[in-house]
Protein backbone atom coordinates (compact mmCIF):
# COMPACT_ATOMS: atom_id res chain seq x y z
CA UNK A 1 0.00 0.00 0.00
CA UNK A 2 1.48 3.27 -1.15
CA UNK A 3 2.76 5.43 1.95
CA UNK A 4 -0.17 8.08 2.66
CA UNK A 5 2.09 10.79 2.97
CA UNK A 6 4.51 9.96 0.05
CA UNK A 7 2.81 12.69 -1.93
CA UNK A 8 3.63 15.42 0.62
CA UNK A 9 7.25 13.93 0.70
CA UNK A 10 7.29 13.70 -2.99
CA UNK A 11 6.45 17.97 -3.47
CA UNK A 12 8.44 18.72 -0.60
CA UNK A 13 11.55 17.03 -2.38
CA UNK A 14 10.94 18.82 -5.42
CA UNK A 15 10.76 22.05 -3.78
CA UNK A 16 14.34 21.07 -1.85
CA UNK A 17 15.17 20.46 -5.16
CA UNK A 18 13.82 24.21 -6.34
CA UNK A 19 15.24 25.53 -3.64
CA UNK A 20 18.64 24.24 -4.30
CA UNK A 21 18.93 25.04 -7.94
CA UNK A 22 17.90 28.58 -7.58
CA UNK A 23 20.32 29.09 -4.83
CA UNK A 24 23.62 27.95 -6.89
CA UNK A 25 22.26 29.90 -9.62
CA UNK A 26 22.08 33.08 -7.15
CA UNK A 27 25.36 32.21 -5.88
CA UNK A 28 26.79 32.14 -9.45
CA UNK A 29 25.21 35.71 -10.34
CA UNK A 30 26.36 37.16 -7.69
CA UNK A 31 29.79 36.25 -7.98
CA UNK A 32 29.35 38.21 -11.00
CA UNK A 33 26.58 40.85 -10.42
CA UNK A 34 26.61 41.13 -6.57
CA UNK A 35 23.40 40.57 -4.17
CA UNK A 36 21.71 43.72 -4.66
CA UNK A 37 21.04 43.18 -8.29
CA UNK A 38 19.25 39.66 -7.25
CA UNK A 39 15.76 39.59 -7.83
CA UNK A 40 13.19 36.52 -8.21
CA UNK A 41 12.22 37.35 -11.47
CA UNK A 42 15.34 36.94 -12.78
CA UNK A 43 15.73 33.89 -11.31
CA UNK A 44 12.84 32.02 -11.57
CA UNK A 45 13.34 33.14 -15.85
CA UNK A 46 16.92 31.76 -15.84
CA UNK A 47 15.28 28.42 -14.67
CA UNK A 48 12.17 28.35 -16.01
CA UNK A 49 10.37 28.22 -12.53
CA UNK A 50 7.14 30.28 -11.82
CA UNK A 51 7.95 33.17 -9.84
CA UNK A 52 5.02 32.63 -7.57
CA UNK A 53 6.56 29.67 -6.44
CA UNK A 54 9.53 31.16 -5.16
CA UNK A 55 7.78 33.36 -2.74
CA UNK A 56 7.30 30.46 -0.77
CA UNK A 57 10.92 29.84 -0.22
CA UNK A 58 12.02 33.65 0.15
CA UNK A 59 8.93 35.92 0.97
CA UNK A 60 11.49 39.26 0.91
CA UNK A 61 14.67 40.50 -0.99
CA UNK A 62 16.72 40.07 2.14
CA UNK A 63 15.76 36.84 3.22
CA UNK A 64 17.21 35.80 -0.53
CA UNK A 65 20.50 37.92 -0.18
CA UNK A 66 20.64 35.50 3.56
CA UNK A 67 19.82 32.12 1.91
CA UNK A 68 22.28 33.12 -0.91
CA UNK A 69 25.18 34.19 1.25
CA UNK A 70 24.50 30.84 3.65
CA UNK A 71 24.82 28.73 0.14
CA UNK A 72 28.00 30.33 -0.73
CA UNK A 73 29.03 29.34 2.55
CA UNK A 74 28.10 25.66 2.08
CA UNK A 75 30.26 25.28 -1.63
CA UNK A 76 32.89 26.99 0.09
CA UNK A 77 33.28 24.26 3.15
CA UNK A 78 32.48 21.78 0.62
CA UNK A 79 35.24 22.66 -2.20
CA UNK A 80 37.82 23.85 -0.11
CA UNK A 81 37.92 23.73 3.50
CA UNK A 82 36.72 20.18 4.39
CA UNK A 83 38.96 18.45 1.51
CA UNK A 84 42.05 20.45 2.94
CA UNK A 85 41.51 19.46 6.69
CA UNK A 86 40.29 15.86 5.97
CA UNK A 87 43.69 15.40 4.56
CA UNK A 88 46.13 17.28 6.46
CA UNK A 89 46.82 19.28 10.29
CA UNK A 90 49.47 22.10 11.42
CA UNK A 91 50.97 23.71 8.69
CA UNK A 92 50.38 21.73 6.03
CA UNK A 93 46.61 21.98 6.79
CA UNK A 94 47.23 26.25 6.38
CA UNK A 95 49.10 25.32 2.65
CA UNK A 96 45.94 23.15 1.73
CA UNK A 97 43.53 25.28 2.29
CA UNK A 98 45.55 28.23 0.43
CA UNK A 99 45.90 25.09 -2.47
CA UNK A 100 42.51 24.77 -2.62
CA UNK A 101 41.55 28.19 -2.70
CA UNK A 102 43.26 29.00 -5.48
CA UNK A 103 41.79 25.79 -7.04
CA UNK A 104 38.45 26.75 -6.78
CA UNK A 105 39.24 29.89 -8.78
CA UNK A 106 41.23 28.30 -11.19
CA UNK A 107 38.75 25.65 -12.36
CA UNK A 108 36.21 28.49 -12.68
CA UNK A 109 33.83 26.75 -10.15
CA UNK A 110 32.07 30.55 -10.06
CA UNK A 111 31.61 32.46 -13.21
CA UNK A 112 32.93 35.73 -11.52
CA UNK A 113 36.05 33.59 -9.93
CA UNK A 114 34.51 34.47 -6.12
CA UNK A 115 31.61 35.33 -4.36
CA UNK A 116 32.81 36.67 -1.46
CA UNK A 117 35.05 38.95 -2.79
CA UNK A 118 32.15 40.23 -4.98
CA UNK A 119 30.15 40.70 -1.74
CA UNK A 120 32.07 41.86 0.62
CA UNK A 121 33.26 44.90 -2.00
CA UNK A 122 29.78 45.77 -2.50
CA UNK A 123 28.13 45.82 0.65
CA UNK A 124 31.01 46.94 3.12
CA UNK A 125 29.39 50.38 2.87
CA UNK A 126 26.14 49.32 3.35
CA UNK A 127 24.88 48.78 7.25
CA UNK A 128 22.41 46.26 7.70
CA UNK A 129 21.77 42.28 7.93
CA UNK A 130 23.14 41.42 4.98
CA UNK A 131 26.48 43.16 5.66
CA UNK A 132 25.99 41.94 9.19
CA UNK A 133 26.37 38.31 8.08
CA UNK A 134 29.26 38.68 5.74
CA UNK A 135 31.01 39.87 8.27
CA UNK A 136 30.61 37.46 10.36
CA UNK A 137 31.57 34.73 7.62
CA UNK A 138 34.88 36.70 7.33
CA UNK A 139 35.31 36.47 10.91
CA UNK A 140 34.91 32.81 10.73
CA UNK A 141 37.28 32.08 7.74
CA UNK A 142 40.24 34.33 9.94
CA UNK A 143 39.47 32.55 13.06
CA UNK A 144 39.84 29.31 10.74
CA UNK A 145 43.01 30.39 9.63
CA UNK A 146 44.01 32.10 12.85
CA UNK A 147 43.42 28.42 14.94
CA UNK A 148 45.64 26.24 12.24
CA UNK A 149 48.28 28.85 12.73
CA UNK A 150 48.20 28.85 16.70
CA UNK A 151 47.63 24.43 16.18
CA UNK A 152 51.31 24.25 14.20
CA UNK A 153 52.92 26.98 16.47
CA UNK A 154 52.12 24.24 19.30
CA UNK A 155 52.88 21.53 16.79
CA UNK A 156 56.28 22.85 16.97
CA UNK A 157 55.82 23.59 13.27
CA UNK A 158 55.92 27.37 13.61
CA UNK A 159 57.56 29.63 15.09
CA UNK A 160 57.09 30.67 18.43
CA UNK A 161 56.70 33.84 17.90
CA UNK A 162 54.69 33.54 14.85
CA UNK A 163 51.67 36.18 14.80
CA UNK A 164 48.15 33.97 13.88
CA UNK A 165 46.14 37.18 13.13
CA UNK A 166 48.55 38.51 10.85
CA UNK A 167 49.49 35.60 9.08
CA UNK A 168 45.74 34.93 8.78
CA UNK A 169 45.45 38.21 7.21
CA UNK A 170 48.51 37.90 4.82
CA UNK A 171 47.17 34.19 3.62
CA UNK A 172 43.50 35.27 2.79
CA UNK A 173 44.98 39.14 1.14
CA UNK A 174 46.92 36.76 -1.18
CA UNK A 175 44.24 34.28 -2.06
CA UNK A 176 41.79 37.69 -2.53
CA UNK A 177 44.22 39.23 -5.03
CA UNK A 178 44.29 36.52 -7.51
CA UNK A 179 40.58 37.04 -8.19
CA UNK A 180 40.60 39.83 -9.79
CA UNK A 181 44.65 40.01 -10.94
CA UNK A 182 43.93 36.79 -12.81
CA UNK A 183 41.20 38.82 -15.07
CA UNK A 184 43.07 42.24 -15.64
CA UNK A 185 46.45 40.34 -15.80
CA UNK A 186 47.40 37.58 -16.83
CA UNK A 187 45.93 34.70 -15.49
CA UNK A 188 48.77 32.33 -15.01
CA UNK A 189 51.35 34.94 -13.21
CA UNK A 190 48.98 35.66 -10.71
CA UNK A 191 48.20 32.23 -9.97
CA UNK A 192 51.77 31.11 -9.61
CA UNK A 193 52.43 34.78 -7.58
CA UNK A 194 49.49 33.55 -5.09
CA UNK A 195 50.98 30.42 -4.71
CA UNK A 196 54.42 31.48 -4.14
CA UNK A 197 53.99 34.26 -2.11
CA UNK A 198 51.89 31.90 0.60
CA UNK A 199 54.75 28.85 0.07
CA UNK A 200 57.71 31.45 0.81
CA UNK A 201 55.97 32.79 4.03
CA UNK A 202 55.36 29.81 5.33
CA UNK A 203 58.80 28.04 4.43
CA UNK A 204 60.15 30.69 6.22
CA UNK A 205 57.84 30.68 9.41
CA UNK A 206 58.75 26.86 9.23
CA UNK A 207 60.87 25.23 11.83
CA UNK A 208 60.60 21.84 9.05
CA UNK A 209 60.53 23.37 5.38
CA UNK A 210 60.54 19.80 4.36
CA UNK A 211 57.02 19.53 5.31
CA UNK A 212 56.36 22.18 2.41
CA UNK A 213 56.21 21.87 -0.80
CA UNK A 214 60.23 23.35 -2.05
CA UNK A 215 58.24 25.41 -4.91
Given amino acids: ?103 FYADGVLPGGCFFVATQAEFDDQPGAVRDRLVALLHEWVDLLCSLTTEAIAAGELRADTDPALLAYELDALGQSVVTRARLHDADTAFGHARAAVLTRLRGLCLHPDLLPRR
Wanted: charged share 25%; glycine share 10%.
Fill in 1 to 103: MPNANSGGDGRRQRGDRTRAAVLDAAVDLASTDGLDGLSLAQLAGRLGVSKSGLFTHWPDKQTLQLAVIDRAREQWADLVVRPALAEHTGVRALWAVHERRLA
